[in-house]
């Protein structure tokens, strides 16, 4: 199939007072439709600033050097406003980095969902904008549509968010960063939401993470970027298996994603998923009590597989953690 969003050698320049900023240089991306596309990369590499253009969102001092952005079938590099607006209304969905900056303070949840479907010429009843809420999962929508963001958890915020990218019902969401705030739990109950509702709608998403374990884990193709290039890209299990690109080795070998995941299954078990690792292989650790011993996490043989997906409908394991076993107290 042809690709909905095509990135041909695109370069992204900024204006600065110490002149110009060479943020993206001979970027090439594509996403198909119904497909879940990673870019990966570490901070200041060019992932929001590329997914940014692509929905014609740069900052005023931002630029468009080079390069070509193809929105099925459409060149939409130098499109008018009037044109951009149409398609985030319609076919591009956006959940941007940072929910507390672009959820604003001082208005109810509820009026910013209302707002987003009302520029979108979609019905906005307090039922339109519940329904939307509780779509993207966030519980007691009718009644938290009257809260300001300051009363909901960041898993509610994000959850908002998410609704409100969704609200049009794109053919494309870009999600920047969309739950690296959030711990782990919440992170994957939410990405879990995501998939199926994605997958129902049959929208395409360009999920952007620092972290090449979760990208692996989410999408059928990974795109590396290093300082403002696209370094690799591929099916994720061979970015992860046969890294060519020594910035992608270096990812996959000092691994801090799966590094992190460990203190992250720390984190779980901390919290409440004793079968989880159960379930994975390995012993469950010792859940003690909590008189004997107080504090302390103890994770023993842990082994942990991700089921990757590696093309439509296929998966392959990939054991991200093999055999580890360590353990924290309390205040070390
Ligand atoms: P992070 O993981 O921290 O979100 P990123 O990969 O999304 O990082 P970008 O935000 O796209 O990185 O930034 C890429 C480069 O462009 C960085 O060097 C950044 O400093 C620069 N940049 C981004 N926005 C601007 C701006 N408005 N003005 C000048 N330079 C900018
Ligand atoms: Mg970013």
């Known amino acids: 199939p042809a690709p909905l969003l095509d990135i041909r050698s695109l370069a992204i320049s900024f204006d600065t007072s110490n002149g110009t900023v060479d943020a993206v240089q001979d970027a090439n991306l594509s996403v198909l439709p119904g497909e879940t596309v990673a870019i990966v990369g570490e901070s200041g590499s060019g992932k929001s600033t590329t997914a940014l253009a ?70 906005s009843s307090d039922e339109d904008v519940a329904r939307v809420l509780s ?25 908002a968010l998410i609704a409100i990218g969704l609200s049009c019902s794109p053919r494309l969401l870009i999600a920047d960063e969309p739950t690296s705030a959030l711990d782990v739990t919440v992170q994957r109950q939410i990405l879990d939401h995501l998939a199926s509702l994605t997958q129902e709608m049959g929208t395409a998403v360009l999920l952007i993470t620092h972290d090449l374990g979760l990208a692996a884990e989410r999408a059928q193709r990974v795109v590396v970027m290093y300082k403002g290039r696209v370094v690799e890209s591929g099916p994720a299990l061979e970015i992860l298996t046969n890294p060519r690109h020594p910035y992608t080795k270096r990812l996959v070998e000092s691994a801090p994603s799966l590094a992190s995941k460990r203190i992250d299954i720390a984190k779980e078990r901390g919290l409440d998923a004793p079968e989880l690792l159960a379930a994975d292989g390995g012993a469950a650790p010792d859940a003690g009590s909590p008189d004997t ?40």
Do not use: C
């Open 54 to 123: 692509a929905i014609g969102l740069l900052p005023g001092n931002g630029r468009v050097s080079g390069g070509q952005i193809i929105f099925d079938g459409e060149d939409i590099t130098h499109a008018s406003t009037r044109r951009i607006v149409e398609l985030r209304g319609n076919s591009i969905g956006m959940v941007p980095q940072d929910p507390m900056s672009n959820l604003n303070p001082v208005w109810k949840i509820g009026f910013q969902v209302r707002e987003t479907l009302k520029a979108n010429g979609r019905p």
């Open 135 to 159: 779509q993207a999962g966030l519980p007691d929508a009718a009644s938290r549509a009257r809260q300001y963001p300051h009363e909901f958890s960041g898993g509610m915020r994000q959850r």
């Open 293 to 332: 011993a107080p504090g302390i996490i103890e994770v023993r043989n842990l082994t942990k597989v991700f089921k990757l997906r590696s093309g439509l409908g296929r998966h392959t394991d990939f054991t991200a953690v093999d055999d580890v076993s360590f353990s924290v107290e309390r205040g070390t």
